[in-house]
């Protein structure tokens, strides 16, 4: 089974400024990793698959990057509803599997 | 409008059994491929089983293999999830999902199942 490891656990970030969040794969997994934004109490939303490619409906601010081993999300000028929990998700191999999350914070 | 509906949970002891069922609306059920994923309270997501649309194709995360069973009904539009032997760390919120990882995904709400003497 891959491993996901997301780094940070938290990261606290000041509305507007920009978010750098990491993920991890234990071995290659491609360009198959999605990310997901989860609010409390909501299910998970899609924001990028193919590691790059925006779901629809999801602002530019958000933007994925990486491949093999090491992807990036970056959001750009946080914005009051973008403080929230993260997941990556490999797809390239089954089992599909997540990583821990990485809560971005308000500062 | 999708709308995805879970049911089944609640709080059973341990080495128990539940049937999970979801029912889809506002979409052909049938086309598509569906998933289970659960949430510890807290804690990541993990993702449990999928089901091909005619279920020919099942897949089980190692954790609930042999233990966990998937399977629809497109005539009801209704996805299940039969457990068995349930474990404490089975405990979760258990969300029936459409292709996640599209522009088709949708989630259910969740139903949560506690294993708990």
């Known amino acids: 089974e891959i491993v996901m490891t997301q780094s940070p656990a938290t990261l606290s970030v000041s509305p507007g400024e920009r978010a750098t969040l990491s993920c991890r794969a234990s071995?290659?997994?491609?360009?198959?990793l999605a990310w997901f934004q989860q609010k409390p109490g909501q299910a998970p939303r899609l924001l990028m698959s193919?590691?790059?490619t925006r779901a629809t409906g999801i602002p530019a601010r958000f933007s994925g990057s990486g491949s093999g081993t090491e992807f990036t999300l970056t959001i750009s000028g946080l914005q009051s509803e973008d403080f929230a929990h993260y997941f990556c998700?490999?797809?390239?191999?089954?089992?599909?599997?997540f990583g821990q999350g990485t809560k971005v914070e308000i500062k | 409008e999708v709308q995805l509906v879970e049911s089944g949970g609640g709080l059973v002891q341990p080495g128990g059994s539940l049937r999970l069922s979801c029912a889809g609306s506002?979409?052909?059920?049938?086309?598509?491929?569906m998933h289970w994923i659960r949430q510890a309270p807290g804690k990541g997501l993990v993702w449990v089983a999928r089901m091909s649309t005619d279920g020919s194709t099942i897949t089980y995360a190692d954790s609930v293999k042999g233990r966990f069973s998937i399977s629809r009904d497109n005539a009801k539009n209704t996805l299940y999830l039969q457990m068995n032997s349930l474990r404490v760390e089975d405990t979760a919120l258990y969300y029936c999902?459409?292709?996640?990882?599209?522009?088709?995904?949708?989630w259910g709400q969740g139903t949560l199942v506690t294993v708990s003497s």
């Open positions: 999902t459409r292709n996640p990882i599209t522009d088709e995904a949708h």
């Open positions: 998700l490999q797809y390239n191999n089954w089992p599909w599997t």
């Open positions: 506002g979409f052909t059920f049938s086309s598509y491929w």
């Open positions: 071995q290659s997994v491609d360009s198959n």
């Open positions: 193919v590691a790059s």
